[in-house]
RNA sequence: GCGGCAAUAGUAUAGCGGUAGUAUGGGGGACUGUGGAUCCCCAGGUCUGGGUUCAACUCCCAGUUGCCGCC
């Protein structure tokens, strides 16, 4: 088993804080882990997250193994030690990309859809899909030069043991919910079987998590609560299509709720925005990991907390030079970070308007402020009983 | 000074005697286990002045500006 401890502290109805204990240090939760894909957080260095405050990082096992490659990462003496960050880290199993190549291009459908189809049509050309699953493993070509690979379970702990993170995560098959149930039952007990696969690989002292699947279907979501549940994991991880509605998102977490073991964290992968942390965070979830902020501060917008952000505007505004050239205000005047702290908008949107460099840098520092700030109110609020007041102060 | 060529959206470029396209830039929107990507929507233009014609961005004349060549 891996080196993990979890212990939880207050609680509030569902929503708890708890003290998770890895092999580089131990973590308050709930949290939000920064995605560091490709071994950072796009835009940010290690000491960055480090003034941050970040308490650990993902970082993905499909990109590293194609760029630089696992034994380039084993060689330089694990990620901690490539990347120098002291603190834990945790590694996805690139199960997801299975995905996002194979079906997600195919039925041009972006992550928005998986999660909420109803919602948002799909924004993407179809493209050929360069990935195929089958109860092996997963064939896939390399985005960076089109070879190709297959990854298997084994494989990819193996990969993950030799990237060397605290906390690993089994290779699933992520679903699509444009597939029928026949086919997402068939993927779920593929992915079961997978999940003992990998329990058998592991060989470290690695915190290991299990995914459960299933889809948009309650008993089939059931079924896989209870029997990664009854797996000897480390750690719960809740992936796939979310549902088709931000309340069938609630409704599967309320579903499989019954099943979750108290004493081993949960992580809720790749959710999310403000909106969705504080329902999961009520409905018992412990970890988050999301590219939102740096995503967002890419593409030009900041978060704001409230009174400038509210559920309307999803706590973002759009960086424009046009509507900022003379606000000599920072992005948030609510905001702490050391960016609102010295510079002006009309600076900011100039050089994001001028795409320099460190205006990635200046949005992205305050985006991932923001998130880690909101989980450091969020575990405050629940350790006093005042997360339900916290929740409504947002207008969520 | 003379000759040739050109002048169309902020920029770069198509086109046609009868509703002026495209790219890029601009504005708005989307983005949830990464995508400096992509997708959707909007705004924006025929150098100036005459002439021919039912109708001129298009043809003609002059002017202006630019580029090239010559003296």
């Not at 840098?361 to 700030?373: K, Q």
């Given at each position: 088993?891996?080196y993990?401890r979890?212990?939880?502290?207050?609680?509030?109805?569902?929503?708890?804080?708890?003290?998770?204990?890895?092999?580089?240090?131990?973590?308050?939760?709930?949290?939000?882990?920064?995605?560091?894909?490709?071994?950072?957080?796009?835009?940010l260095?290690?000491?960055?997250?480090?003034?941050?405050?970040?308490?650990?990082?993902?970082?993905n096992?499909?990109?590293?193994?194609l760029?630089?490659?696992?034994?380039?990462i084993?060689?330089?003496?694990?990620?901690?030690?490539f990347m120098n960050?002291?603190?834990?880290?945790a590694?996805d199993?690139?199960g997801?990309?299975?995905?996002?190549?194979?079906?997600?291009?195919?039925?041009?459908?972006?992550?928005?859809?998986l999660?909420?189809?109803?919602?948002?049509?799909?924004?993407?050309?179809?493209?050929?899909s360069?990935?195929?699953?089958?109860?092996n493993?997963v064939?896939?070509?390399?985005v960076y030069?089109?070879s190709?690979h297959?990854l298997?379970?084994e494989g990819?702990?193996?990969?993950?043991e030799?990237?060397g993170?605290?906390?690993i995560?089994?290779?699933?098959?992520?679903?699509?919910?444009?597939?029928?149930?026949?086919?997402?039952?068939?993927s779920?007990?593929r992915t079961?079987?997978?999940?003992e696969?990998?329990l058998?690989a592991?060989?470290?002292?690695?915190?290991?998590?299990?995914?459960?699947?299933?889809?948009?279907w309650?008993?089939?979501?059931?079924?896989?609560a209870q029997?990664?549940?009854?797996l000897?994991f480390?750690?719960i991880a809740i992936?796939?299509?979310?549902?088709?509605?931000?309340?069938e998102?609630?409704?599967?977490?309320?579903?499989?709720?019954?099943?979750?073991?108290?004493?081993?964290?949960?992580h809720?992968?790749?959710i999310?925005?403000?909106e969705d942390i504080?329902e999961?965070?009520?409905?018992?979830?412990?970890?988050?990991?999301?590219?939102?902020?740096?995503?967002?501060?890419?593409?030009?917008?900041?978060?704001?907390r409230?009174?400038?952000?509210?559920?309307?505007?999803k706590?973002?505004i759009?960086?424009?030079?046009?509507?900022?050239?003379f606000?000599?205000?920072?992005?948030?005047?609510?905001?702490?970070?050391k960016?609102?702290?010295?510079?002006s908008?009309?600076?900011?949107?100039?050089?994001?308007?001028?795409?320099?460099?460190?205006?990635h840098?200046?949005?992205?520092?305050?985006?991932?402020?923001?998130?880690?700030?909101?989980?450091r109110?969020?575990?405050?609020?629940?350790?006093?009983?005042?997360?339900s007041?916290?929740?409504?102060?947002?207008?969520?």
């Open positions: 088993m891996g993990l979890f212990k939880t502290g207050s609680s509030e109805g569902e929503a708890r804080t708890g003290t998770l204990k890895l092999r580089h240090g131990t973590i308050r939760t709930p949290e939000f882990m920064p995605v560091a894909t490709r071994a950072i957080v796009k835009a260095s290690s000491d960055d997250m480090a003034e941050l405050g970040a308490q650990l990082m993902i970082c096992t499909y990109h590293l193994m760029k630089p490659g696992a034994e380039v084993e060689r330089a003496g694990g990620l901690n030690i960050w002291k603190k834990p880290l590694t199993s690139g997801f990309q299975a995905f996002s190549l194979g079906f997600g291009l195919e039925h041009a459908t972006g992550k928005i859809s999660y909420f189809p109803g919602e948002h049509k799909g924004s993407r050309k179809p493209q050929k360069i990935a195929k699953i089958d109860n493993g064939h896939f070509r390399s030069d089109n190709k297959f298997t379970p990819s702990i193996k990969i993950q030799q990237l993170a605290d906390m995560l089994v290779l699933d098959e992520c679903t699509s919910p444009l597939s029928d149930k026949e086919y997402t039952s068939k779920l007990d079961h079987l997978w999940a696969k990998c058998r592991h060989d470290t002292d690695q915190a290991l998590a299990g995914i459960i699947q299933g889809g948009h309650q008993d089939l979501r059931e079924k896989s029997f990664i549940s009854s000897p480390d750690s992936g796939g299509s979310l549902g088709r509605s931000k309340k998102m609630h409704d599967i977490l309320e579903w499989i709720h019954p099943y979750l073991p108290e004493d081993k964290p949960r809720l992968l790749g999310g925005v403000v504080f999961a965070v009520e409905r018992g979830i412990d970890l988050f990991d999301c590219v939102t902020p740096t995503r967002m501060a890419r593409t030009g917008y900041f978060y704001v409230p009174p400038l952000g509210n559920k309307a505007n706590f973002k759009k960086m424009v030079f046009e509507r900022f050239k606000d000599s205000k920072p992005l948030d005047p609510e905001c702490n970070c960016v609102c702290g010295n510079y908008r009309a600076y900011i949107s100039h050089l994001y308007n001028m795409n320099e460099i460190v205006g840098y200046l949005l992205s520092y305050h985006n991932t402020h923001f998130f880690l700030n909101l989980m109110e969020i575990r405050e609020a629940i350790d006093d009983s005042k997360f007041r916290l929740k409504k102060r947002w207008g969520i």
